[in-house]
């Protein structure tokens, strides 16, 4: 047994949140406006959550819960909206218009902002707890109606104890609250054989949507952050060292695999973020143990294919906290007995779409001549058939009547 040095009785709460990514933060704003008590434990420090680069592209669903419980203001005032998006194969270019097929945009906006505002909103305005640079957090009587977490501070280096009815595990993809989950929970797992070199330029975007370009030499995308700086992407082995992409290898891939007739070249800049990131996927099924519930990439992981993964962890985040509120406020427990479930529907169905596009990205590049034709049958028929561009753009905004 781990000794603990709270002076006096371990503090109190009705819930824990472990970890200040979207998906915490967005249940602690919730948890707050409805005058809930809660802690948030975060491992990094303040200024390196608010710089952390990662997410741009958040679907309209998304921002109008986030704009409902007072969270979109800056975002609404500040983010670029996107209607079209252009796949580039074959030396040819060829424009998707979702906006005008489903009435919604993307928003474009890039995480950090979005965890500054939502730490912003949670901690100076709304009042609620937080610490920063937490060590060794651990989750103890998950099975009982009194959990508790207890965790390493950062300023004094002693252990502290906190009690509480429920704890939301929100810490990502490398948290601790998928450690602690039973040998009966279910984690089904995709690995696509995949790597991508996710990239940072310092440089404008080269176009006014976002790019794909599907190439034999592998898929490549360009995406707008910020009228300064534009991400792209590199289809690459698995696990390949940064190392062997030189800036000069990197543009002269990019130019070739986004190239198109009748395209200005791309705007080259310094690149800012250079890591290769894995393609792989992962559903916990219940995102649920005892008084844990999962939220976010803690639960599931979507391999930024789709960009789909910080829309999904708002997603639970807004259903996990209006259950919580309305289960302390004695007005319903419901919400929490359907989380799960209700969580996975979407969480599937984002999955499945992920799978598609993966093939529809990376089928020419296989070496494999039988998928190279049918990744070409499906990108023809988005731009042939009203019916196959009408469900794509669907599922690229998420805009399912229900999941
Ligand atoms: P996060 O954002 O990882 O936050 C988890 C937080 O928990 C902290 N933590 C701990 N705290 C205390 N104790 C521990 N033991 C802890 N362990 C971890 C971490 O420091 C962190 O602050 O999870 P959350 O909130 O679930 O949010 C998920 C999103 O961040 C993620 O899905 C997206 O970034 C995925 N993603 C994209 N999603 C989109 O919807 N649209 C996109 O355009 C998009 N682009 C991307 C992406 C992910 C990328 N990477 C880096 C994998 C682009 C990239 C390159």
């Not at 007005?331 to 993966?358: N, T």
């Amino acid at each position: 047994m781990t000794s603990h040095s709270n002076s006096g009785a371990p503090r109190r709460f009705p819930v824990v949140i472990v970890g200040a990514g979207p998906a915490g933060l967005t249940v602690g704003n919730i948890l707050r406006a409805a005058g809930v008590d809660c802690l948030v434990l975060e491992a990094e420090t303040r200024a390196f959550i608010e710089q952390r680069p990662r997410a741009g592209v958040i679907e309209e669903w998304a921002v109008r819960g986030l704009q409902r419980r007072g969270l979109a203001d800056t975002l609404l005032a500040r983010a670029q909206l996107h209607t079209e998006c252009e796949f580039r194969f074959a030396g040819e270019r060829f424009r998707f218009g979702y906006g005008e097929l489903t009435g919604q945009h993307h928003f474009v906006y890039p995480q950090p902002l979005l965890v500054t505002d939502l730490v912003h909103e949670y901690a100076d305005a709304r009042g609620g707890e937080i610490r920063f640079g937490v060590q060794d957090v651990r989750l103890h009587d998950l099975e009982t109606s009194r959990p508790s977490v207890s965790y390493t501070d950062a300023d004094t280096g002693e252990r502290q104890l906190v009690e509480c009815e429920f704890v939301a595990g929100c810490d990502g993809a490398r948290g601790v609250s998928r450690t602690v989950l039973p040998e009966t929970t279910h984690i089904a797992r995709h690995d696509y054989g995949i790597g991508w070199l996710a990239l940072l330029a310092e440089a404008p975007p080269s176009s006014d949507c976002v790019l794909f370009g599907i190439h034999p030499n592998g898929f490549a995308g360009h995406m707008a952050r910020s009228p300064e700086v534009t991400r792209y992407y590199l289809e690459c082995p698995p696990g390949d060292d940064p190392e062997n992409w030189s800036h000069d290898r990197i543009w002269a891939e990019l130019h070739q695999r986004l190239g198109a007739d009748g395209t200005p070249p791309l705007t080259e800049g310094p690149l800012i973020e250079k890591r290769v990131l894995d393609m792989h996927n992962y559903v916990v099924e219940p995102m649920t143990y005892g008084r844990l519930f999962l939220a976010g990439d803690s639960a599931h992981l979507t391999a930024p294919i789709a960009a789909k993964g910080m829309n999904l962890a708002l997603h639970d985040a807004f259903l996990l906290g209006d259950a919580l509120v309305a289960h302390l406020g004695k007005d319903d427990g419901s919400g929490l007995d359907g989380y799960s479930e209700a969580c996975l529907r979407r969480v599937w169905d984002y999955q499945e779409f992920s799978q598609w596009l993966s093939e529809v990205y990376h089928g020419t590049s296989s070496g494999d001549e039988y998928r190279a034709g049918t990744t070409f049958a499906r990108l023809r028929r988005l731009f042939t058939s009203p019916a196959a561009a009408a469900a794509f753009a669907e599922q690229y905004l998420g805009t399912a009547a229900a999941y």
